[in-house]
Structure formats: structure tokens, C-alpha cells
């Protein structure tokens, strides 16, 4: 705050600071009472409106609390989700750690370009795209057939579909905090490792990932957030029998016109996400001004 004032001055730090509060209240802190608003309150008639019934309850989070079907499909995304960050972990790690630490200038430069430009792209699209690739006589079956790995085409749309799609989709919110936060990791630690004998497997554990706690963190954040509210990944890949919990709030939004009980799941996933971001960051001993960072 003083560094804000110290650069631009009382005046226009005042201006830059009403508007980053304008912008939080009307774009972040309205849209959310007004969702709990909904989520509290029963879904009526207009005629109704303000009337006996029209009164706060926790009738419609209840509702999904007793709908095993919403539930077991609520329980699912967030494992899924969780899952969705830990491969996209799992894949960026390496990436990561080459590009800080083992890339030139020039591989580096080549690296962020081909990780970069797809996003330029919606995500409809490059959803789209993997929609065909693993579509039933798409290009993956073709290639696996041409090969002789299978006899018949397999039907990849589903769980592993959705996952697939998803860890593509987020896959540069985990790489660039992680890249960024080895990056500032000294050479000389990891020289020093390996002088005194340390296998690769150890100098990872206890030099490298340590350091890169906080991206590590701020990359899992991102990632679980996403995909806990992804629509897209889950309408075109999914299946019957992988629907994601978004599905159903839309459902009550758009089909089913009960905009309080869809209020109230989507305040139910949003509260949920927020735990567990909070007790990953407790996990990485992390806090909020380093994932800020």
C-alpha cells in the first residue's frame, strides 16, 4: 500500500484503489450474495415473491444432502478434480524443471511457444479438437488399429476422456508456477547435491521440490479450481456415465428453471473448493501472499 502511494502518488494510488474495490464488489462480492441469497430462499411463483413462504432456509442444500444420486456425482468431482491436478503434477513436473534448469535460451524460447500458442485458442475448440481425436473412428483408433495394438475401435469418451481433456485444458496453470519457481532455484545447490553422492530421486526431494513448494501449490490451486467448475471437458467428452457436478447446477439453471436449488449446489461446490484450497495451501505450509506471488 505505502510502495502504491510512494509510486503514483496520493491522488491516482486513490483512483487505482477505488477502482480494484468497484471491480471486487460489483464483479466478485454482489454476484455472491446474491447466489447465497438464491441458494436460501425457495423457489416460487412471482406471485409468491415476498410473501409468507418467501423465507430463508436451508431447504435446497438439504435437498442435495439428500439426493444420493447429486451427491455420489458431487463426491465424484471433487475426487476427479483432485485427480485431474495430480496428473497434471505428475506431467508438468519434468517440463517444468527442464525448462528452469536444463533448457538453453533457445529450447526454452521453443518450449513456451508450443505450450502458449494452443491456448490462444478457445477452450471450446481445443476441446473440441480432443473430442475428435478420440471419437470412435477418429485418429487415435485409425493409428492404434494401423499399428495392431487393437482389433476393434474403443469408445474413449468417459471418465478417462474428461481427465484427458482436462489436464490438456489446465496444463499451463500448473506449468508456469512451477516453471517460475524453479527457476529461482541456485544451480549451485543441485551441483552440490550431486557432488555428495545424492541420486537424482533424493536431490528432487528434498532440494528441488521444497523450493518449489509455492508453485507447486499455486499450480495445484489453479488446477483443482478449474477443473471442480469445468463445464466444457465434461459436456463434449463425458459420457452418461461420467456427468460432472456443473452439469447438474446448469441443469437446474437452464432445464430445470430452479435457480434457487442450482444456487444453492453451486454455492455447495464453491464452499467445498474453498476448503480444500485452504488445507492444500495448510499441506504446503504455504500462504496466500506466496500463491499471490
Not at 61 to 82: C, D, M, Q
Not at 139 to 153: C, E, F, H, S, Y
Request: charged share 15%.
Amino acid at each position: 500500500m505505502r510502495d502504491l502511494y510512494a509510486r503514483f502518488g496520493g491522488g491516482l494510488a486513490t483512483v487505482f484503489l477505488s477502482l480494484v474495490l468497484i471491480w471486487l464488489a460489483a464483479m466478485v462480492l454482489a454476484p455472491n450474495l446474491m447466489m447465497i441469497d438464491y441458494a436460501l430462499r425457495p423457489n416460487l411463483p412471482p406471485a409468491e415473491l415476498g410473501g409468507p413462504r418467501d423465507v430463508w432456509s436451508l431447504d435446497n442444500v438439504l435437498y442435495l444432502a439428500n439426493e444420493g444420486v447429486h451427491r455420489a456425482i458431487f463426491l465424484k468431482t471433487i475426487w476427479a478434480s483432485a485427480l485431474v491436478a495430480a496428473l497434471t503434477l505428475v506431467v508438468c513436473y519434468p517440463i517444468a524443471f527442464w525448462m528452469a534448469q536444463r533448457a538453453t535460451p533457445g529450447q526454452l524460447s521453443i518450449a513456451l511457444m508450443l505450450v502458449i500458442i494452443p491456448f490462444f485458442i478457445n477452450e471450446v475448440l481445443r476441446t473440441l479438437a480432443w473430442f475428435i481425436l478420440l471419437a470412435y473412428r477418429g485418429p487415435l483408433n485409425a493409428v492404434l488399429q494401423g499399428i495392431g495394438l487393437i482389433d476393434a475401435p474403443i469408445r474413449w469418451q468417459g471418465d478417462g476422456g474428461v481427465l484427458a481433456g482436462m489436464v490438456y485444458a489446465y496444463i499451463l496453470f500448473m506449468l508456469l508456477p512451477i516453471y517460475n519457481a524453479i527457476e529461482s532455484l541456485d544451480k549451485s545447490q543441485l551441483e552440490a547435491a550431486r557432488d555428495l553422492g545424492s541420486p537424482t530421486w533424493r536431490t528432487h526431494w528434498r532440494v528441488v521440490i521444497p523450493h518449489a513448494k509455492a508453485g507447486i501449490a499455486t499450480g495445484c490451486v489453479f488446477t483443482f479450481m478449474l477443473a471442480a467448475g469445468s463445464y466444457v471437458a465434461p459436456a463434449l467428452l463425458g459420457s452418461p456415465g461420467s456427468r460432472w457436478f456443473t452439469e447438474i447446477i446448469y441443469n437446474w439453471f437452464f432445464e430445470g428453471g430452479d435457480w434457487n436449488r442450482g444456487a444453492a449446489y453451486a454455492l455447495t461446490l464453491l464452499v467445498l473448493c474453498l476448503a480444500v484450497v485452504l488445507v492444500t495451501l495448510r499441506v504446503f505450509r504455504v500462504n496466500l501472499t506466496d500463491v499471490a506471488k
